[in-house]
């Protein structure tokens, strides 16, 4: 049995708890407020798109939206699921309707085009009234990408019981936007291949809770899943099999699959390290490929970088990434940049020739490559996204400010990178990182593994602006949960990142409590249980929060209680 740590936080949280439950909604709007009528929909509701030429992607939202009010059936979470609802219910008023419209003399474009612009462009707040007398509801945005947002809000505020869809809580007026424009999860497709019918699974789930970013960090040494057209030999020899490449038309359907669910796709080729499986094809282009031990020479087995003094590298990977940023519809793309590790280098006998002979440091000769590649990047209008070591360990003049950086080590380090004038992407493994507690699966090494488990409730402590300056501040773009597939396939994949993945998505998207009260995870964890509940209905394996005495009785179970 686990102890509990006896903190007197706790008890002063209890009295900020919201008074009216909207226990469904996640992540909470902005701006909300809820009435106590019953209201039920009828069983001809129809959602109206009064849009002018509304777009494909628009018209399916609306379709799955009425999927989601006819399939959910989610029971209310108290004893009886809603069995005690029914005289509530008995009188209550039948809405029939939802109209969605644009501000006057918005362009229509599509949910697609919108999820993919620039951070500072994309519009996805939405205004949602639902009337408690019957009268049709209205949801209103600028953008269909806030209309999206929208319909995902307003299918989450139904309960369902004997037959009756309904809410307790009408009416609702909720004015709603983003805290933050980047909300994303990532996925590592390295380690292991996941099929792409789970990541479109993933896409979805990432949906529900209004993450806008697909960070996909498709290649690292372990394999090379990703099919480029101009170069072939990446996926034939360095991909754990045939089958587990993602082929033109699996990117494709991944890349339009994201944006209709208003999701953009921040690609990631990990460079100059974790790139080792380029030498299943290009053995030369790799230094210290296969080099044991491993662990003087990589974070993790099998060890290889590219020879970045070489010219022909240089070139190479200029033209591979160029390559594959083309086919991206995204406005960023990833070059990463962590864990380059100099002994490779030093003790390559290429790389050490070339510093010696023309007494460069391999910081100077980092400098060359990444010029090289974000110059390239920055000509297809791509903005350059790397990991924080390229600003905090290397002196770098060839990376432009516009350049995001992601932290990952600590998240003690984005005051550094907003020193150095940097937009920064929180990702900091010390309360994002999913697969930590996973244990070892280093050979030989009983004792071993990665941290401890890092609960939805600890991630959800995260300040993504702790010990920063106010004009630091304003470099956060936002942040996001991974998950690096280490010892994680299709099979554990939903388990392992939800619904724990959520916790984020509420932090940059709602920032605080309606009210600027700040986000506390008792208030939070009945909204939590609906979403993870809700989650289930629609055929995802999230995990359980609390055994499920607790989760029918909101609170219950709290320390104190
Ligand atoms: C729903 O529509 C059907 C026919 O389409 C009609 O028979 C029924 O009366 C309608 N129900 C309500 C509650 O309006
Ligand atoms: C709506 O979705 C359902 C189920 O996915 C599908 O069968 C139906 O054809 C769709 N309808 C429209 C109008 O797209
Ligand atoms: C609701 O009804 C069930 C029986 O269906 C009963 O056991 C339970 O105590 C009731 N819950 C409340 C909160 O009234
Ligand atoms: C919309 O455009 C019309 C015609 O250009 C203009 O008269 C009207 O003021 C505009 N409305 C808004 C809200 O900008
Ligand atoms: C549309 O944009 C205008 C101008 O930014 C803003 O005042 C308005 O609240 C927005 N409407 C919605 C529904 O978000
Ligand atoms: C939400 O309410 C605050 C004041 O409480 C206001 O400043 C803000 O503009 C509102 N946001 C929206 C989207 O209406
Ligand atoms: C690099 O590529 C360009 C063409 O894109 C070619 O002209 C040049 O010779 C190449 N340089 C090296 C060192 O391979
Ligand atoms: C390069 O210089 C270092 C330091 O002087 C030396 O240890 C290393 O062996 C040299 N490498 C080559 C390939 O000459
Ligand atoms: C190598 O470069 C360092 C610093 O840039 C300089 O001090 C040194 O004299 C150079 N050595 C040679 C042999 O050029
Ligand atoms: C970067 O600059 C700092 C401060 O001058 C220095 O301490 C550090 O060693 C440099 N790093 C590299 C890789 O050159
Ligand atoms: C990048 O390289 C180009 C020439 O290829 C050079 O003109 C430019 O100054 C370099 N930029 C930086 C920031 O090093
Ligand atoms: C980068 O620097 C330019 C020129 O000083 C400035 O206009 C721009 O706002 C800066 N961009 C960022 C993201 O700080």
């Given at each position: 049995?686990?102890?509990?740590?006896?903190?007197?936080?706790?008890?002063?949280?209890?009295?900020?708890?919201?008074?009216?439950?909207?226990?469904?909604?996640?992540?909470?709007?902005?701006?909300?407020?809820?009435?106590?009528?019953?209201?039920?929909?009828?069983?001809?509701?129809?959602?109206?798109?009064?849009?002018?030429?509304?777009?494909?992607?628009?018209?399916?939202?609306?379709?799955?939206?009425?999927?989601?009010?006819?399939?959910?059936?989610?029971?209310?979470?108290?004893?009886?699921?809603?069995?005690?609802?029914?005289?509530?219910?008995?009188?209550?008023?039948?809405?029939?309707?939802?109209?969605?419209?644009?501000?006057?003399?918005?362009?229509?474009?599509?949910?697609?085009?919108?999820?993919?612009?620039?951070?500072?462009?994309?519009?996805?707040?939405?205004?949602?009234?639902?009337?408690?007398?019957?009268?049709?509801?209205?949801?209103?945005?600028?953008?269909?990408?806030?209309?999206?947002?929208?319909?995902?809000?307003?299918?989450?505020?139904?309960?369902?019981?004997?037959?009756?869809?309904?809410?307790?809580?009408?009416?609702?007026?909720?004015?709603?936007?983003?805290?933050?424009?980047?909300?994303?999860?990532?996925?590592?497709?390295?380690?292991?291949?996941?099929?792409?019918?789970?990541?479109?699974?993933?896409?979805?789930?990432?949906?529900?809770?209004?993450?806008?970013?697909?960070?996909?960090?498709?290649?690292?040494?372990?394999?090379?899943?990703?099919?480029?057209?101009?170069?072939?030999?990446?996926?034939?020899?360095?991909?754990?099999?045939?089958?587990?490449?993602?082929?033109?038309?699996?990117?494709?359907?991944?890349?339009?699959?994201?944006?209709?669910?208003?999701?953009?796709?921040?690609?990631?080729?990990?460079?100059?390290?974790?790139?080792?499986?380029?030498?299943?094809?290009?053995?030369?282009?790799?230094?210290?490929?296969?080099?044991?031990?491993?662990?003087?020479?990589?974070?993790?087995?099998?060890?290889?970088?590219?020879?970045?003094?070489?010219?022909?590298?240089?070139?190479?990977?200029?033209?591979?990434?160029?390559?594959?940023?083309?086919?991206?519809?995204?406005?960023?793309?990833?070059?990463?940049?962590?864990?380059?590790?100099?002994?490779?280098?030093?003790?390559?006998?290429?790389?050490?020739?070339?510093?010696?002979?023309?007494?460069?440091?391999?910081?100077?000769?980092?400098?060359?490559?990444?010029?090289?590649?974000?110059?390239?990047?920055?000509?297809?209008?791509?903005?350059?996204?790397?990991?924080?070591?390229?600003?905090?360990?290397?002196?770098?003049?060839?990376?432009?400010?516009?350049?995001?950086?992601?932290?990952?080590?600590?998240?003690?380090?984005?005051a550094?990178?907003a020193d150095?004038?940097?937009?920064?992407?929180?990702?900091?493994?010390?309360?994002?990182?999913?697969?930590?507690?996973?244990?070892?699966?280093?050979?030989?090494?009983?004792?071993?593994?990665?941290?401890?488990?890092?609960?939805?409730?600890?991630?959800?402590?995260?300040?993504?602006?702790?010990?920063l300056t106010e004009s630091q501040q304003a470099l956060?773009?936002?942040?996001?949960?991974?998950?690096?597939?280490?010892?994680?396939?299709?099979?554990?994949?939903?388990?392992?990142?939800?619904?724990?993945?959520?916790?984020?998505?509420?932090?940059?998207?709602?920032?605080?409590?309606?009210?600027?009260?700040?986000?506390?995870?008792?208030?939070?964890?009945?909204?939590?249980?609906?979403?993870?509940?809700?989650?289930?209905?629609?055929?995802?394996?999230?995990?359980?929060?609390?055994?499920?005495?607790?989760?029918?009785?909101?609170?219950?179970?709290?320390?104190?209680?």
């Amino acid at each position: 049995m686990a102890r509990f740590n006896v903190s007197g936080l706790l008890v002063l949280f209890v009295a900020l708890v919201l008074p009216s439950g909207a226990l469904a909604l996640w992540p909470i709007p902005r701006n909300l407020t809820t009435g106590t009528s019953a209201l039920k929909l009828d069983t001809n509701f129809t959602i109206s798109v009064n849009v002018s030429d509304s777009p494909s992607d628009l018209v399916d939202a609306v379709n799955q939206t009425k999927q989601y009010l006819e399939n959910d059936r989610l029971g209310r979470l108290v004893v009886g699921r809603g069995a005690n609802d029914t005289a509530a219910l008995s009188g209550a008023k039948t809405i029939s309707g939802l109209t969605l419209s644009l501000e006057e003399n918005t362009t229509v474009n599509s949910i697609a085009y919108e999820a993919r612009l620039k951070l500072e462009d994309r519009v996805e707040g939405y205004r949602l009234t639902i009337p408690n007398d019957g009268s049709d509801a209205t949801l209103v945005a600028n953008t269909t990408l806030g209309l999206y947002r929208g319909l995902t809000t307003f299918s989450q505020i139904w309960y369902w019981y004997g037959g009756e869809t309904y809410t307790l809580e009408a009416p609702f007026e909720i004015a709603d936007l983003p805290a933050y424009p980047y909300r994303g999860l990532g996925l590592d497709t390295s380690r292991h291949y996941f099929p792409v019918d789970s990541i479109l699974r993933t896409l979805d789930a990432m949906s529900w809770v209004k993450i806008n970013t697909f960070h996909w960090h498709v290649t690292d040494s372990q394999s090379w899943p990703l099919y480029v057209v101009e170069y072939p030999d990446l996926a034939q020899y360095g991909a754990y099999s045939a089958q587990q490449v993602y082929s033109e038309q699996d990117i494709q359907n991944i890349l339009s699959y994201a944006g209709a669910h208003g999701i953009d796709v921040l690609l990631e080729i990990d460079t100059p390290g974790h790139s080792g499986s380029i030498g299943s094809a290009y053995p030369d282009y790799i230094a210290c490929m296969y080099e044991t031990p491993w662990s003087s020479y990589a974070g993790e087995p099998p060890a290889g970088q590219l020879r970045m003094t070489v010219p022909e590298v240089v070139n190479f990977t200029t033209s591979l990434l160029s390559s594959v940023a083309k086919t991206m519809p995204s406005s960023y793309f990833s070059t990463g940049g962590d864990e380059i590790n100099s002994a490779c280098y030093l003790d390559d006998p290429i790389t050490s020739t070339y510093l010696n002979t023309t007494n460069t440091t391999l910081n100077g000769v980092l400098d060359t490559f990444t010029n090289s590649t974000h110059s390239a990047l920055v000509g297809l209008g791509k903005t350059p996204v790397v990991w924080e070591e390229m600003v905090l360990e290397w002196n770098l003049t060839s990376l432009s400010n516009e350049t995001i950086v992601m932290t990952w080590i600590s998240s003690q380090d984005a005051a550094a990178i907003a020193d150095k004038g940097f937009r920064i992407v929180q990702a900091p493994s010390n309360y994002f990182y999913l697969d930590e507690g996973q244990g070892s699966w280093v050979g030989g090494d009983p004792f071993g593994g990665s941290g401890t488990f890092i609960t939805w409730q600890y991630a959800y402590t995260y300040d993504p602006l702790a010990n920063l300056t106010e004009s630091q501040q304003a470099l956060v773009l936002g942040g996001q949960q991974i998950l690096w597939a280490e010892q994680s396939a299709a099979q554990n994949l939903e388990p392992t990142v939800w619904p724990r993945a959520a916790a984020s998505a509420e932090i940059f998207w709602s920032a605080t409590q309606p009210g600027g009260i700040p986000l506390n995870g008792t208030e939070a964890l009945p909204r939590l249980q609906d979403l993870r509940y809700r989650m289930v209905q629609r055929g995802l394996n999230a995990i359980p929060l609390q055994p499920e005495w607790c989760s029918l009785r909101p609170h219950a179970c709290d320390q104190y209680s």
